[in-house]
DNA sequence: CTGGATGGTAAGCCAAACTGACGAACTCGT
DNA sequence: ACGAGTTCGTCAGTTTGGCTTACCATCCAG
């Protein structure tokens, strides 16, 4: 029956690479309907990594794992646009401090709103439960890759 | 408890993202290791969708979701390192169609090698049978979003 | 047999990551 | 208290991987 297909088939890379592109896609397209335009995939994972409170660059780019010259370049571009703001950091005269400013907050607010939505339709048309114990094992997974991230290769 | 984390928290995204990213490093990281120093993670992509018994350009353009000048230039590395082969479609004097040389099929066999390996790990350390599940559910709402994306915009 | 669709290529552009080098500021041992 | 080494952020240059526009060659339907 499927002698036409690769034989790397339902390869487990690009059964979970597909997903996280629908998400990037329907957050991003939703963003730019209300009125934030300039946003780009790549500046998504600044947000998901500045804690609420704020922090380094560097830190964010430990955590997205990229060097800390690409996340700096990001950065940019979200405080040019008005997303964030840069702030001296008071205990280290070489560090700033990364904090969201009111618009930087809403995206955050809108981003979750799609993901809200695009995982309910997931769920009403696959089952919640199932969605939920994908997440659970996901989430798991997430904290194994986070250990042994930290044994190898510091990210510099 | 967690008042350091980010409000895009536990982002689905990203909780599909790293697995995926720890894949396509493992899967490189093993071929450059076997003596295969020349492929890139883009490269992957065309082994992927690359039926076993070939297939031309366009045809792999579309199911990777991406122009045919981008996969074309794609092809036309690997051609050029030895890892698949153009020849003449005999039905249609534009087409050419694409095969994996034995030094592509090599590549095929370590790559499944490396996936399997690493797959044992995470049912190792999380269980299949999580694994299997998830796996079960992401290849479900691979389908769904197929079934979208066939609906919505056609890749050109 | 001709006019439009299709397969593939060429040229040029741009985003997003990387490496290497560097100055300013911190930290620690003496 | 001060010099050596480390860390924070930035500058400059390069690579990768995609896109658009434009083309030619070939196929196919009327």
Redesign the pocket.
Known sequence: MDEENSVLDPMLGALLRQPFQAITARVLADLHACGYGDL???HL?VFQHLPAGGG????LAERA??????M????DQLVTAGYIE?AA?PR?????VLRRTERGWAVERSARASIGALEAEWAMALGAERLAQCRAFLSDLSELLDGEASDAGPR?
Do not use: H, N, Y
């Open positions: 780009r995939p790549s994972t380094r660059p560097t830190e794992q990229m060097t800390k010259q690409s700096g370049a990001l950065v840069r950091d280290d005269g070489r560090a700033r510099r």
